[in-house]
């Protein structure tokens, strides 16, 4: 696993062979944040990496810039290996959390520039994440939320998409979160108001 760019560019860590993650190829990361220059600027905001996996993502922000990293990560095993590599970039900017990705989302209080999510393929819920992570207020107004997924789902139809990239077999949905929001009125009418 290596780390494509910024301050800690270069920098690899071996994952161990007994790990069932399947982490984002270099190839698919190096061309996805290359696409994400383009919505959103990295510096000094507030990032979540929802099933972190080997934290290669999350890594992969904090060197392009970012202040604050939270990762999420359920596997015993992949928790203490993100902390290892953390340990070895000498950094207390990603908050690693032991938990379930999907309890996560429904109970966060917090609010994010951008939020990525890898869950696994053959995850039962996955085609539900996007609308969970975009129908809550996890979000801020106009930011990006980054989906990886397999060729067998799309997402288009939902109102926050704004493109896909294939890569492989590998799939990003990127969506940009509205930038005001609806509100309800006492006479039923709805009028924007900004957040």
Request: glycine share 6%; net charge positive.
């Given at each position: 696993m290596r780390i494509i760019t910024g301050k800690?560019?270069?920098?690899?860590?071996?994952?161990?062979?007994?790990?069932?993650?399947?982490?984002?190829?270099?190839?698919?990361?190096?061309?996805?944040f290359n696409v994400l220059m383009g919505y959103i600027d990295l510096e000094d905001i507030r990032a979540l990496d929802l099933f972190a996996g080997t934290g290669s993502i999350s890594m992969e922000l904090l060197s392009r810039g970012c202040r604050e990293v939270v990762s999420v990560e359920r596997d015993r095993d992949h928790c203490a290996f993100i902390r290892k590599c953390l340990t070895k970039l000498d950094t207390n900017q990603v908050i690693l959390i032991p938990g379930d990705a999907l309890r996560y989302i429904k109970n966060c209080r917090e609010q994010f520039d951008i939020v990525f999510a890898d869950p696994p393929?053959?995850?039962?819920?996955?085609?539900?994440?996007?609308?969970?992570?975009?129908?809550?207020?996890?979000?801020k107004p106009g930011g990006i939320f980054v989906f990886e997924h397999g060729h067998n789902h799309s997402f288009t139809h939902l109102p926050q998409f704004v493109e896909q990239r294939e890569y492989g077999s590998v799939n990003f949905s990127i969506f940009r979160q509205q930038e005001t929001k609806e509100e309800e009125r006492t006479d039923g009418q709805t009028t924007p108001t900004d957040d």
């Open positions: 800690y560019k270069g920098r690899r860590f071996e994952i161990p062979r007994t790990f069932k993650a399947r982490p984002t190829t270099d190839f698919a990361k190096e061309n996805l393929y053959s995850l039962e819920q996955l085609p539900d994440i996007p609308q969970m992570v975009l129908g809550g207020d996890m979000l």
